[in-house]
């Protein structure tokens, strides 16, 4: 069984200070593993993707995330926020041995502050 | 680039009342699958498609109907409305399933039902 936890339901960070959003999670097989970001009113947008070629992946917009098979964890980081970085982000987890399932994590709300 | 379309935006539904959801993708994805939104639980799984003439249920199901006549549409059908299927619906598509590539959103239907 596969499952993902977001430990935290909102983040609040000064603009151009560092960002971390923490995902743990749970696979009886090797995961793939994203992060998605929905900005207001709008649908979620893929930000980044593990699928086993590298333990450091990076995306779009400077986010980048390692996957940590020891402690379960795929951390989203970006090194300096931006208001526009302002939403909602998802960790999701799905594994290979069921292909056309994957999990949501709960959420994340980032605010970031002038 | 239209990508996908989801129809209306809004909705509001008295209790009993049936009303189709509309979702189209010109991107010739063969997965397409239908998700819930509310607060704080991230996004479920309704149903799912993995091409024209096959679907599946995911894992809240109850209450929605689905079909897939061919590659681009997928209308995800209310039965009959209650309340607690007031919620934002996302309809997404990948190329092939949810493990490999990743899932494309339309901008939601926020559906109320009084």
């Known amino acids: 069984a596969q499952s993902v936890t977001q430990l935290d339901s909102h983040v609040s960070v000064s603009e151009g200070t560092p960002v971390l959003l923490r995902c743990n999670y749970s696979s009886s097989y090797s995961p793939s593993l994203f992060w998605y970001v929905q900005h207001p009113n709008k649908g979620l947008q893929l930000l980044l993707k593990?699928?086993?070629?590298?333990?450091l992946v990076k995306g779009i917009n400077g986010f980048e995330a390692e996957f940590k098979k020891s402690e379960t964890s795929f951390h989203l980081t970006k090194p300096s926020a931006h208001m526009s970085d302002a939403a909602e982000y998802f960790c999701?987890?799905?594994?290979?041995?069921?292909?056309?399932?994957?999990?949501f994590g709960s959420g994340t709300r980032l605010s970031i502050r002038p | 680039n239209a990508g996908v379309t989801q129809t209306p935006k809004f909705q509001v539904l008295k209790t009993g009342q049936s009303m189709t959801l509309q979702c189209a993708q010109d991107?010739?994805?063969?997965?397409m699958s239908w998700y819930r939104q509310d607060p704080g639980m991230g996004l479920r799984l309704i149903h799912y498609s993995v091409g024209a003439g096959i679907t599946d249920q995911g894992e809240v199901p109850n209450g929605y109907n689905v079909s897939r006549s061919t590659t681009e549409d997928f209308p995800l059908r209310l039965l009959s409305a209650a309340p607690s299927q007031t919620s934002v619906y996302f309809c997404a598509s990948s190329t092939q399933g949810v493990v490999n590539s990743p899932l494309h959103f339309g901008n939601g239907t926020r559906l109320t039902v009084t």
């Open positions: 593990y699928t086993s070629a590298a333990t």
């Open positions: 991107m010739n994805h063969e997965y």
């Open positions: 999701v987890v799905g594994q290979y041995s069921s292909a056309s399932k994957i999990i």
